[in-house]
Nanobody, 126 residues
Framework: VQLQASGGGLVQPGGSLRLSCAASGLTFSRYTMGWFRQAPGKEREFVAAISGSGRSAIKYADSVKGRFTISRDNAKNTVSLQMNSLKLEDTAVYYC???????????????????WGQGTLVTVSS
């Protein structure tokens, strides 16, 4: 299984970025996909997750709710994270991850995810 994240970069506060994650080696539609991030000196934290169908469950961290949108294209084996109104505190390495389907209440638990991508750096700075 390979998860390849891309789309990171440098953006000013208030700006937007779109991250993408291309998956291979798995039956993509059977996996819940998540985005996590890790800022310098901090622990990894949950950002968003979307169920295999893309319809049954979508979950966001409170810190990104209303600003970030997770989506997936099962025909292309990709999951995306549209990030708007970026803030300085959104600066982090963003990782995509995959897990077998699970309950909504566990979507934010990183240890439930079986596969991880290599991460893409998002820097929000003026």
């Amino acid at each position: 299984v390979q998860l390849q994240a891309s789309g990171g970069g440098l953006v000013q506060p208030g700006g937007s970025l779109r991250l993408s994650c291309a998956a291979s080696g798995l039956t993509f539609s059977r996996y819940t996909m998540g985005w996590f991030r890790q800022a310098p000196g901090k622990e990894r934290e949950f950002v968003a997750a979307i169920s295999g169908s893309g319809r049954s469950a979508i979950k966001y961290a409170d810190s990104v709710k209303g600003r970030f949108t997770i989506s997936r294209d099962n025909a292309k084996n990709t999951v995306s994270l549209q990030m708007n109104s970026l803030k300085l505190e959104d600066t982090a390495v963003y990782y995509c991850a995959a897990r077998v389907s699970g309950s909504y209440g566990t979507l934010h638990f990183g240890y439930e995810y079986n596969y991880w991508g290599q991460g893409t750096l998002v820097t929000v700075s003026s």
